[in-house]
Protein backbone atom coordinates (compact mmCIF):
# COMPACT_ATOMS: atom_id res chain seq x y z
CA UNK A 1 0.00 0.00 0.00
CA UNK A 2 1.01 3.55 -0.92
CA UNK A 3 -0.31 7.03 0.86
CA UNK A 4 -0.18 9.94 -1.36
CA UNK A 5 -0.15 13.65 0.16
CA UNK A 6 -0.28 16.37 -2.12
CA UNK A 7 0.35 19.75 -0.81
CA UNK A 8 1.25 23.63 -2.53
CA UNK A 9 -1.62 24.06 -4.78
CA UNK A 10 -3.24 27.60 -4.26
CA UNK A 11 -3.86 31.31 -6.25
CA UNK A 12 -1.99 32.43 -8.95
CA UNK A 13 -2.32 34.61 -11.70
CA UNK A 14 -1.58 34.22 -15.52
CA UNK A 15 1.67 33.98 -16.37
CA UNK A 16 3.09 32.82 -12.94
CA UNK A 17 4.25 29.78 -11.40
CA UNK A 18 3.79 27.15 -8.85
CA UNK A 19 4.96 24.04 -7.73
CA UNK A 20 3.00 21.12 -6.13
CA UNK A 21 4.25 18.46 -4.23
CA UNK A 22 3.78 14.76 -3.60
CA UNK A 23 4.91 13.22 -0.38
CA UNK A 24 4.22 9.25 -0.55
CA UNK A 25 4.41 6.45 2.46
CA UNK A 26 6.51 3.52 2.48
CA UNK A 27 10.01 2.34 1.50
CA UNK A 28 9.32 1.37 -2.17
CA UNK A 29 8.86 4.91 -3.37
CA UNK A 30 11.19 4.44 -6.03
CA UNK A 31 9.19 1.02 -7.66
CA UNK A 32 6.93 3.19 -8.62
CA UNK A 33 5.99 5.03 -11.86
CA UNK A 34 4.84 8.68 -10.63
CA UNK A 35 2.50 10.95 -12.65
CA UNK A 36 0.39 13.85 -12.03
CA UNK A 37 -3.34 14.06 -13.73
CA UNK A 38 -5.88 16.76 -13.26
CA UNK A 39 -9.46 17.37 -13.02
CA UNK A 40 -11.24 20.44 -13.91
CA UNK A 41 -14.71 21.06 -13.59
CA UNK A 42 -17.01 19.20 -15.98
CA UNK A 43 -14.28 17.23 -17.37
CA UNK A 44 -12.51 13.73 -17.16
CA UNK A 45 -9.34 13.54 -15.53
CA UNK A 46 -6.27 13.56 -17.44
CA UNK A 47 -3.04 12.45 -17.53
CA UNK A 48 -0.57 15.83 -17.16
CA UNK A 49 2.98 14.17 -16.84
CA UNK A 50 4.71 10.83 -15.81
CA UNK A 51 8.63 10.37 -14.50
CA UNK A 52 10.00 6.65 -14.17
CA UNK A 53 11.70 5.44 -10.78
CA UNK A 54 14.65 7.27 -11.34
CA UNK A 55 13.35 10.27 -12.34
CA UNK A 56 15.51 10.56 -15.44
CA UNK A 57 12.89 9.19 -17.76
CA UNK A 58 9.86 11.55 -18.35
CA UNK A 59 6.73 12.13 -20.40
CA UNK A 60 4.68 15.36 -20.84
CA UNK A 61 1.02 16.01 -22.32
CA UNK A 62 1.33 18.15 -25.14
CA UNK A 63 -0.49 20.47 -23.43
CA UNK A 64 1.93 21.50 -20.95
CA UNK A 65 5.12 20.30 -22.34
CA UNK A 66 7.70 23.45 -22.32
CA UNK A 67 6.22 24.82 -19.11
CA UNK A 68 5.68 21.95 -16.87
CA UNK A 69 8.63 20.09 -15.21
CA UNK A 70 7.82 16.48 -13.47
CA UNK A 71 11.06 15.50 -10.92
CA UNK A 72 10.82 13.49 -8.35
CA UNK A 73 13.31 12.87 -4.69
CA UNK A 74 13.53 8.94 -4.03
CA UNK A 75 15.46 9.66 -0.87
CA UNK A 76 12.17 11.95 0.27
CA UNK A 77 9.69 10.06 -1.02
CA UNK A 78 8.75 13.06 -3.05
CA UNK A 79 7.26 13.87 -6.49
CA UNK A 80 7.02 17.55 -8.10
CA UNK A 81 5.15 19.19 -10.46
CA UNK A 82 6.77 22.74 -11.08
CA UNK A 83 4.40 24.93 -13.33
CA UNK A 84 5.94 28.08 -15.23
CA UNK A 85 3.60 30.43 -17.21
CA UNK A 86 0.97 29.16 -16.07
CA UNK A 87 -2.72 29.64 -18.10
CA UNK A 88 -6.62 30.03 -16.67
CA UNK A 89 -7.03 26.29 -18.57
CA UNK A 90 -4.33 24.55 -16.19
CA UNK A 91 -7.15 25.48 -13.29
CA UNK A 92 -8.07 22.07 -12.02
CA UNK A 93 -7.39 19.90 -8.97
CA UNK A 94 -3.89 18.21 -9.39
CA UNK A 95 -3.59 14.08 -8.83
CA UNK A 96 -0.62 12.47 -7.68
CA UNK A 97 -0.61 9.28 -8.70
CA UNK A 98 1.65 5.73 -8.86
CA UNK A 99 2.18 2.72 -11.13
CA UNK A 100 3.56 -0.25 -9.52
CA UNK A 101 6.46 -1.35 -12.12
CA UNK A 102 6.80 -4.74 -13.02
CA UNK A 103 7.52 -6.98 -15.71
CA UNK A 104 4.13 -6.17 -17.50
CA UNK A 105 4.68 -2.12 -17.51
CA UNK A 106 4.96 -1.30 -21.22
CA UNK A 107 5.28 2.21 -21.06
CA UNK A 108 3.82 5.16 -19.91
CA UNK A 109 0.29 5.31 -19.78
CA UNK A 110 -2.19 8.23 -20.02
CA UNK A 111 -4.81 6.54 -18.63
CA UNK A 112 -5.60 6.78 -14.69
CA UNK A 113 -6.83 3.49 -15.13
CA UNK A 114 -3.65 2.38 -15.24
CA UNK A 115 -2.76 3.58 -12.26
CA UNK A 116 -2.60 1.68 -8.94
CA UNK A 117 -2.31 4.69 -5.93
CA UNK A 118 -4.00 8.60 -5.80
CA UNK A 119 -4.00 10.89 -3.44
CA UNK A 120 -6.65 13.02 -2.08
CA UNK A 121 -5.63 16.42 -4.78
CA UNK A 122 -4.73 19.60 -4.45
CA UNK A 123 -6.59 22.50 -5.90
CA UNK A 124 -4.87 24.85 -8.63
CA UNK A 125 -6.58 27.99 -9.57
CA UNK A 126 -5.17 30.60 -12.33
CA UNK A 127 -6.84 33.74 -12.26
CA UNK A 128 -6.64 35.70 -15.99
Known amino acids: QVQLVESGGGLVQAGGSLRVSCEAS????????MAWFRQAPGKEREFVAA????????EYANSVKGRFTISRDNAKNTVYLQMNNLKPEDTAVYYC?????????????????????WGQGTQVTVSS
Open 97 to 117: TAQKYDSTWSGYSESAREYDY
Open 26 to 33: GRTFSTYV
Open 51 to 58: AGRSGYST
